[in-house]
């Protein structure tokens, strides 16, 4: 079993690991310029951003080769969105002639600064059975279960980017400080490889996924989001490391 995720605090490593199998990290598959993957059984695991995928695993699904006897889909969800993010990937792979076997989604804390207090997202859903519902869905995988959420997306992809392109121009915008210490992990986390150093200052380009990474492990909060409800408080999965983050999207030896 394959398994092709993108992470960016830890959340969708984590269900990837759990989930077992083969792991190949999504930004470093785009490194390549022909992308195969084939497997009995392939999975697609990613966060919900803005109710559809990131821009990263949009460009993926459409770059690769994708062959599988079972193929299912897995989103990460802070508080609505997996089924329209679920629905659109489908709809994306079935116009490519792949055919979805499984989706799923596994409610866990929603990194996104300008909605959501960190200190008061991680208290309430401490108590999720994360771990739990894993598992029920690696049951299914393992018994080939055919399941679909197949509910009426309650927007389109066309209308989707559009929404995208806003808001990261025009609403959201990461700010960034003068107090960088220069260890560049902004850098090393960003799945793009959007972020350069110049005169030991990071300066963020125009290819953001905003999945917010570098804002979320710089330790010394030099870079912030505008509108942040709670500026102190970060998030990164409690079982995740930062090499692992570093190791999966890090693009460039810089």
């Known amino acids: 079993m394959k398994l092709l995720y993108y992470t960016s605090t830890g959340n969708n490593l984590y269900i990837s690991k759990e989930l077992g199998g083969e792991l190949l990290s999504i930004p470093q598959l785009m490194k390549n310029d022909e992308i195969t993957i084939e497997d009995e059984c392939v999975g697609i695991i990613f966060p919900v951003f803005f109710a559809t995928s990131p821009k990263t695993v949009r460009e993926f699904v459409n770059k690769a080769n994708i062959k599988a006897n079972y193929l299912f889909l897995i989103t990460s969800y802070g508080s609505d969105g997996d089924q329209n993010a679920l629905k659109?990937?489908?709809?994306?792979?079935?116009?490519?002639?792949?055919?979805?076997?499984y989706t799923n989604s596994v409610l866990m804390v929603d990194n996104f600064l300008p909605v959501f207090d960190m200190a008061h997202e991680k208290e309430i859903k401490k108590d999720l059975d994360i771990d739990g519902k894993i598992e029920a869905i690696k049951n299914d995988i393992s018994n080939r279960r055919e399941y679909i959420f197949d509910k009426k997306p309650f927007t389109d992809i066309e209308?989707?980017?559009?929404?995208?392109?806003?808001?990261?121009?025009?609403?959201?915008?990461?700010?960034?400080?003068?107090?960088?210490?220069?260890?560049?992990?902004c850098s090393k986390v960003c799945p793009r490889g959007n972020i350069t150093f110049d005169e030991e200052k990071p300066t963020i380009g125009d290819a953001c996924d905003f999945c917010l990474g570098c804002?979320?492990?710089?330790?010394?909060?030099?870079?912030?989001i505008n509108d942040e409800l709670n500026p102190d408080e970060r998030y990164m999965n409690p079982n995740i490391k930062i090499s692992e983050i570093i190791k999966s999207n890090r693009i460039s030896d810089d």
Do not use: F, S
């Open 159 to 185: 209308n989707i980017e559009v929404v995208l392109e806003t808001t990261m121009t025009e609403k959201y915008h990461i700010v960034v400080g003068d107090e960088c210490n220069v260890c560049k992990i």
């Open 215 to 224: 804002v979320h492990h710089c330790k010394i909060h030099n870079l912030i």
């Open 88 to 101: 659109i990937m489908k709809e994306t792979l079935n116009g490519m002639g792949i055919h979805v076997n």
